[in-house]
């Protein structure tokens, strides 16, 4: 599996286009927001000759779906997100205009996460993990071949997403980031959804919202 992403909008996203030998490839949160990064992303498409087959989002934030409307139509591809995040792209001009971003057309959901365990192109396979507490719907992508996880705005470098934001929580998000994202074993690569990239393990022993939690869990078992 080869994976490119680029940087894009005024809210710093990081797109990623993941393929395989056969050519195929998913465009994972298609973020770019103006002509500039439509051909950015373009030619980063054409300069390997890859052939996209499907749009697929982590979650439903403006600054993760502001092109998805524009490679739907550049590629005839379908755009799968849970149906839990609807209600972000309804609300995508309100939620822009808080941060000064100019929103286009929102995207329609040809295909809910929801309904599926796995997500495949060409001869490789993504997982499907449910990572609710940054939206409802939110999810990450998780490639056990080649250690790779996707993980949106749920895990970043040495911090997790805001939960302050509508339909956000705490509780869900460190849930999330514990049962599903801890597990895959600390070399398993993170991909987020804005800066750089990390491991688990890095996350395991340097983020501090991650590491106060397994550190009241160890003391909790320490006491009983």
């Given at each position: ?211 106060e939690v397994l550190n009241e869990q160890v003391n909790y078992k320490d006491a009983e």
């Amino acid at each position: 599996m080869k994976i490119a992403s680029h940087t894009f909008n005024p809210i710093g996203e990081q797109t990623y286009v993941v393929w395989d030998s056969t050519g195929e490839c998913v465009i994972i949160d298609a973020g770019n927001s103006n002509d500039c990064e439509n051909r950015a992303l373009d030619e980063l498409i054409a300069l390997h000759s890859l052939r996209p087959v499907m749009a697929i989002n982590t979650h439903g934030h403006f600054d993760h779906t502001l092109g998805v409307e524009y490679v739907k139509e550049r590629y005839n591809i379908p755009f799968a997100l849970s149906r839990k995040d609807q209600f972000l792209l309804d609300n995508a001009q309100t939620s822009g205009s808080v941060f000064g971003v100019k929103i286009g057309r929102m995207p329609q959901i040809d295909i809910d996460l929801d309904s599926l365990d796995e997500v495949k192109f060409g001869e490789s396979t993504l997982k499907i993990l449910r990572t609710p507490g940054h939206t409802p719907g939110h999810v990450a992508f998780f490639s056990a071949e080649d250690g790779v996880v996707f993980t949106g705005d749920t895990l970043f470098r040495e911090s997790i997403g805001r939960t302050d934001l509508p339909g956000g929580d705490y509780s869900w998000i460190m849930t999330s980031i514990l049962r599903e994202l801890i597990p895959l074993g600390d070399e398993v690569k993170v991909y987020p959804g804005h800066g750089p990239e990390t491991t688990i393990g890095h996350e395991s022993m340097y983020n501090p919202f991650v590491v106060e939690v397994l550190n009241e869990q160890v003391n909790y078992k320490d006491a009983e």
